[in-house]
């Protein structure tokens, strides 16, 4: 006999805080990196997909967790660190991203694609 198990959401208190911390640095963060991170077009994919009221509360939770992991400041390996300072915010971001790319839609990665690719990226408000 097959029985499902209940969908695990994060606890509301942390959620708010990823979501308080990624609205206030990730911006910030991918204008300062885009150019050294491999995964700044699928951060910011995954960015796309937790403002879609389509992306299931859980796969939002998960993608806004790893996406409060890469604004930090101060995590496993600090970012500043040369060739390994992003190591731990990729492996992390991969893990999660293999998992839950699926939710990711074609318009998502497209609004990621312009996004990186627009000027304002530099210096305006950010894109949405």
């Known amino acids: 006999m097959s029985e499902k198990l209940p969908m695990l959401l994060p606890d509301p208190d942390r959620l708010e805080e990823n979501e308080a911390r990624v609205r206030a640095g990730f911006w910030r963060k991918i204008r300062r990196v885009a150019g050294r991170i491999p995964f700044a077009r699928e951060a910011v994919a995954a960015w796309y997909a937790t403002r879609d009221p389509a992306t299931p509360p859980h796969v939002k939770a998960v993608l806004m967790a790893a996406l409060a ?11 500043f660190l040369p060739v390994f300072g992003f190591a731990d915010d990729a492996s992390l971001f991969w893990a999660v991203w293999q998992l839950l790319s699926r939710h990711v839609t074609d318009e998502h990665r497209a609004r990621a694609t312009a996004a990186l690719d627009d000027q304002t990226l530099d210096g305006g408000l950010p894109p949405e």
Do not use: R, T
Request: hydrophobic share 55%.
């Open 69 to 79: 992991y890469f604004v930090m400041p101060a995590d496993a390996l600090p970012d």
